[in-house]
């Protein structure tokens, strides 16, 4: 089955303690991304990746980071988290940048900084 | 930045009646993607559309992007119960920026 995964779906975790956040697809899709959802703010982009080892920020990077080592796997790096940054992420994949294609999301992951 | 605002934020209908979301960009957009995110669920596409002017249908959903292509709206005719949940539009080929979302709840 065609699908993005991330894990995990749900995380509690304490300021300054650092974690990763996986993303996987199985589509071998080219290009791949990761946002933020926050109540009325809608989803924003923090990095997406056209390609293994090519990535670059959106919109809200600060305090994030991000590797594309490998074309089906993009984690997201917080190397030191802040309550400010509990949200709910979602990964996403497409086919090819540059081109207008439909993006296909993960099912979310939770995370709460106490 | 740009800047993609969606409006209503909240819409309830009652089941059957239509219901529409806009979008509107200060800047000329590229393109505009539509998606349906349920209620704890992930956003889900629903559509492109890239011309000036372009209308595509889906059933009961009519998508259409304006001339200037500064403008978008999504329109659900007879809503039914299914069609709960919030929808976003979007718009980018690397960057994308998404509108605030417009939450949709339908009373039986």
């Known amino acids: 089955e065609a699908q993005v995964t991330q894990n995990p779906r749900y995380l509690i975790t304490v300021t300054g303690k650092k974690l990763t956040v996986t993303c996987s697809q199985n589509?071998?899709?080219?290009?791949m991304s990761w946002y933020r959802q926050d109540p009325g703010l809608g989803l924003r982009q923090i990095y997406y990746s056209m390609n293994v080892e090519v990535t670059d920020k959106g919109d809200v990077p600060e305090g994030y980071k991000v590797s594309r080592k490998e074309k089906r796997n993009f984690p997201l790096i917080l190397e030191s988290p802040s309550p400010n940054q509990t949200s709910l992420y979602f990964c996403?994949?497409?086919?090819?940048?540059?081109?207008?294609?439909?993006?296909?999301f993960g099912p979310g992951t939770r995370l709460t900084v106490t | 930045g740009q800047q993609v605002m969606q409006i209503p934020q909240y819409q309830h209908v009652q089941e059957g009646e239509d219901f529409t979301t806009y979008c509107n960009s200060s800047t000329t957009l590229s393109n505009i993607q539509w998606y349906k995110q349920r209620p704890g669920g992930h956003p889900v596409f629903l559509i492109q559309l890239v011309k000036s002017g372009e209308v595509k249908k889906q059933k009961r959903l009519t998508f259409q992007f304006g001339e200037a292509k500064k403008n978008s709206s999504l329109h659900i005719t007879a809503t039914q119960t299914t069609d709960v949940g919030t929808y976003f539009c979007a718009s980018g080929t690397y960057k994308y920026i998404f509108g605030t979302g417009t939450r949709l709840k339908v009373l039986a």
């Open positions: 589509m071998n899709h080219e290009y």
């Open positions: 996403a994949s497409s086919l090819r940048p540059g081109r207008s294609y439909e993006q296909y």
